[in-house]
Each structure stands twice: as C-alpha cells, then as structure tokens.
C-alpha cells in the first residue's frame, strides 16, 4: 500500500485518503397525510401516521490500495488554488489564548455579515432539505400517546408561590458592629478582586477570588454586604466550563449563605441547578435527581417560582440523560405556567428531538423557531446537523453543511472567536428576537447580523461522526482540509476525535495506518510544545493516544509514547495511580512485557 507524504507539513495530509462512504439506516418519524400538488397547494389532509425516512448511507466498503494522483486532485477540488492559506505551520501555530478546555467540549463563535446580504424567512427555511407537514405539538401528542387514543391528561399540580424582592435585598451586615482594620482590609481586598472580574473577566482568576474569600473569618458571609454578596455568587458562576472544581467552589458559598440564614435569588437558584446538572460532560440519572432536587428546594422550601430559565435547565438536562418522559412533562409545565419560548428554549427543543432521532419533529422545531421570529445562526444549524447525524441522515446533514459553506464565501472578515463573545452576541441575538416579534418588519435586517459559518464545533460533529463511528478516511481529510481552509482554530477536540478513530479501525492493512498514526502524533507534540489554544494532555487524551498505538504491538515504542506524554504531563497522585493502572491494563491486553524498562508513571 502506498503511504501518502504530509502534506503542508501538517496532519491533513497525513490522513487524506481515497474512501467512500458508508452504511444504511432508518428512522422512524411521524408526519401528516397531507397531499400537495406541483405548486405546494394542500389538495388532501388526512390522520397522522407512523412512517420510516430512508436516509442515503451507502454500505461500507474497505479499499486497501491509494493512488497519489487521484488524492492531489481530491485535495485540489475542496480548495481552489489562491485560496488555500500558504503557511505549512497551521497546526504549529500559537493562539493566543488563557483558557484551558475540556476535550470534551469545543467553543461556538459567530459575528456580523455584510450589510448587503439579507436571509428572509423563505430562504431560512429553504436552509433544510424537506419538511412533513406536522407541528411541534403533534409529535409532541404522539411521544405521549402513541397510538392517539385521545385520553384526557392529567390537570396540575398547579403551584403557586410567592417571590419577595425585599428578601433578596436583606442587608448581611449589622454598620454597629463595626470590623477591626485586617478584616475591613480582607473585605476590601475581595471587593476589588469581585469587581474587576466583573468589568475586565481575564484579568482576574476565580481561584484567586475564592481564596481572598476562604481567607475571612467565619462566619465568612456576615462580613459582605447584600450588594457584595451577590456579586461574589456572580463572578463564581461566570466559568466557561463547569467542572466538579468550579461546581464545589460555588456549592461552598452558597451554602454559606444558606447556613446564615440570607435567601438565594432566582438567578442564583438556576445557577445552582446548572453546575449540578451540567458539571460532567454526560449528563446521567444522578445529574437529573440533583437538578430535580435543587428545584423542589427553591420552590417548595425557600418559597421561589422557577423562571423560564430554570425549566429550560430541566428539560436539557432531562433530554440528555435519556429521561424524554420527564422531559415532556418539564415541556408542558413551562406551557402551563405560561412562560414564552426564547432561543434557549428552541435550541433545546431541537437537541430533544435529535436524540430522539426524529427527524421529521427536528424539522417542524426548526420550522417554529425560524417562524417565531428567532434568529438563526451557526448554534442553531450545529444542533440540526448534530440531530440529523444522530438520526443517520447524512444527505441532509451534509447538505446542511454545504449551506453553510456558501455563506462564508460573501463573509470578508471571519469572527474572532472566544468564549465571551459568544456569550455577548448571544445577548444581542435574543434582544434583536425580542424586539422583532413586536416589529416583524425589523427581522431581515436583524438577521443579516448573523453568521452561519463552519465553526469549530461544526467539524467536531462531523469529524467525530466519519471518524470514531464511521471510519472514513476520506471525509475526515476533507473536514480537516476545509477547517484549515476556513481559518478554524486548531483544538484539542480535534486531535482527540482522530486518537479515538485510530484506536477504533487502525491494525495491519487498514487506512488508518501507523504512517498516518505517527504524522498526527508528531503534528500533535508540536501544537503542545507551541501552546496551541485548547489543546493540554488529559487522561481522556492520554487513554485515546496509547489506545490508537496499542494496535499495532511493539513494547518499546508505547512506552516512549507514554514516556513522552509524561514529560508534558503534570500528574497528580491520583492521575498518576489511574494512568498507571491503565498502562498495565493495556500491556496486558495485547500481551506486551514491560518489566525490562523502568517507567516512572
């Protein structure tokens, strides 16, 4: 077999190979028998009825031989000449960044188009391929009743609950007690730390911030005024990721707060229930019965209606841990209560039907959204290309992606994608939503501020669905190809996807060669030794690396792999155990002696 060479010094060439695609599936989806004539026209309405969409996934086939030729003109055709960035160092270089993320998770970033481009809702909606004729609240009916019996749903519990504002102003220090000049000096120390991460974010660590907290004298919070109080419990929640870290930092003053006796605004209730829910990168029963928990606290025992925001945290989190029967219930409940539905609410309802593979109720979700006068970016279309890929409708994903591909060619300049800009222009795009549904005439306008681009975690998706599941070659090193084409940021999202499908459908005589394994490895230590933005060793990492090597057997060289993983690695003694007892179980497996060499693990 032929072995490509690397190509631009980087690992696209190092994977690109010749593949066709894949399997075949099925899903079943609900839709109305609703005829239409060549013009759109309904000329018949019938029942509702349960069919199956074929999606368009060929079997796999396995093509041992490559050809160079054939390969240049694949890499030829998804970047045309002057258009394809110069630099040979892509993968090399620096992005300036602080932050640190969990492979498991990639950021999402978009920003304005030019003022000359306008998406109406027609062309929106044009964006999806097809849609049955059905509503949201129709397969919602049939996820309850499947076999539409009509039966009467049950009438409550209807709560009713009182939220008092003078409460959450309750000042929490007694002026006649006045403080001895160290602890007056700590306090203001706090302050100072508190509202410089308000106004300037990265110049202000959170462990810092906790620290000069720990460092007051308990009772801790009877030293902060009401004002000071809140804001601390603001700053701890403004994490990019949550963790079992930040998720103890923000439980440890909030209990605090709880234990001297001062209340919890709604505010702070939800983020309570979004650290317990959404603190691991999978969400289980255990994160639902938290989440579950905190809510029966804060309505039934401290006496506070839950808001929009605290039914859209419970019906994510109950949708990604596989409870959909809580997660209609949370669904209903926010229609009973009369809450209206905003982007997150959307958003989530899409992500629902996605894992429920019902692809016909993600394209009647999109169609809501698009028609309540939301605006669509790449959030929204990541969700869709994430449910269709879920569902195994490639066509429509792939489509989908296309789509977004054409945009980019009308975008000058690309967005500078981060973490609090996201977050900003998601401010910006709920505030144009809201006030387009008062003046629908403002709504083309407002859309053209949005992009729906490629981002980082639109190859992530695909990356990881033809990679680690399919094992085609040839369609990650096109993704890869177009991600550098499009100036995506490297990550370490990226490299683990590629460790993982190594480890999946490498082995003597597959595409996934040991050539092709060592160009991602070396491209991967250089991205580390340069401080690439996102990419750090985790044990996620480090599991999927010396899984992808153990494939193919040598001794020697998965302990240089592992030698050079540790060298980059501070371990913790518990990391250090767990690697440890990994390594073994690995060596053992595929039956490899490392009793000659020393590791130091």
């Not at 019938?46 to 093509?63: E, H, I």
Request: aromatic residues 10%; hydrophobic residues 40%.
């Amino acid at each position: 077999m032929r072995i490509f060479t690397r190509i631009d010094g980087s690992i696209y060439g190092a994977i690109l190979s010749r593949r066709p695609s894949l399997g075949l599936s099925s899903t079943h989806t609900l839709h109305g028998t609703r005829v239409h004539d060549e013009y759109g026209e309904v000329i018949h309405d019938g029942l509702l009825a349960v069919t199956s969409r074929n999606c368009t996934m060929q079997p796999k086939k396995k093509y041992r031989g490559f050809h160079t030729t054939f390969a240049r003109h694949i890499s030829s055709t998804i970047t045309a000449p002057g258009y394809r960035p110069s630099s040979s160092s892509y993968f090399n270089s620096n992005f300036p960044c602080s932050r640190k993320w969990n492979h498991a998770t990639a950021a999402v970033d978009d920003a304005a188009l030019p003022s000359h481009i306008i998406r109406p809702k027609q062309e929106l909606l044009e964006l999806i391929d097809s849609y049955d004729d059905t509503s949201v609240e129709e397969h919602l009916e049939f996820l309850r009743d499947p076999y539409l019996r009509r039966y009467a749903p049950a009438d409550g519990p209807r709560l009713t609950v009182s939220d008092k504002v003078e409460d959450a102003s309750l000042q929490s220090v007694d002026h006649s007690q006045k403080m001895n000049p160290e602890q007056a000096e700590m306090v203001r120390e706090l302050r100072e730390a508190v509202l410089r991460k308000l106004r300037r974010p990265a110049t202000v660590d959170l462990d810092t911030i906790f620290d000069l907290y720990k460092a007051l004298p308990e009772p801790r919070i009877l030293h902060l005024t009401a004002r000071l109080r809140h804001q601390l419990l603001a700053v701890l929640g403004m994490t990019e990721r949550k963790d079992s870290k930040s998720m103890l930092r923000y439980f440890s003053v909030v209990t605090d707060v709880k234990d001297s006796g001062f209340p919890l605004t709604v505010s702070e209730w939800n983020t309570a229930m979004s650290f317990a829910s959404r603190y691991v990168g999978r969400s289980t029963e255990v994160e639902v019965e938290a989440a579950l928990h905190i809510w029966r606290e804060m309505e039934q025992v401290a006496g506070i209606r839950g808001s929009d925001v605290t039914f859209n945290i419970l019906f994510d989190v109950a949708s990604k841990a596989g409870k959909f029967p809580l997660a209609e219930m949370m669904y209903q409940e926010m229609i009973t209560r009369g809450f209206s539905f905003n982007r997150y609410h959307h958003v989530s309802l899409l992500h629902f039907f996605g894992l429920k593979q019902d692809t016909s109720g993600l394209r009647a979700a999109y169609k809501q959204m698009v028609e309540s006068g939301e605006v669509i970016d790449s959030v929204v279309l990541n969700c869709v290309i994430s449910g269709f890929l879920a569902s195994g409708e490639e066509s429509s994903a792939e489509r989908l992606y296309e789509k977004m591909k054409e945009s980019v060619r009308s975008t000058k300049v690309l967005p500078d994608r981060n973490y609090t800009m996201q977050k900003n222009i998601t401010k910006v795009l709920m505030m144009f939503a809201k006030i387009s549904k008062k003046h629908p005439d403002l709504h083309p306008n407002f859309q053209q501020t949005a992009l729906i681009l490629p981002t980082l975690q639109t190859y992530r998706l695909l990356i990881n669905y033809y990679g680690p599941k399919l094992g085609d070659i040839a369609k990650v090193a096109q993704f890869l190809d177009e991600m550098k084409f499009f100036d995506v940021p490297l990550h370490g999202a990226i490299f683990l996807a590629l460790f993982k499908a190594f480890g999946r459908h490498g082995g003597a005589g597959s595409d996934w060669s040991a050539e092709r394994l060592y160009s991602v490895w070396n491209a991967f230590l250089s991205a580390l030794d340069n401080k690439t933005e996102g990419l750090h060793i985790s044990t996620w990492m480090a599991m999927a690396i010396l899984r992808a090597f153990a494939k193919y057997p040598s001794r020697d060289q998965i302990l240089d792999i592992y030698q050079a993983l540790r060298s980059r690695w501070d371990l913790d003694p518990a990391d250090s155990q767990f690697m440890m007892d990994f390594l073994n179980k690995i060596m053992h497996q595929h039956r490899f002696r490392s009793k000659s060499r020393g590791i130091r693990l």
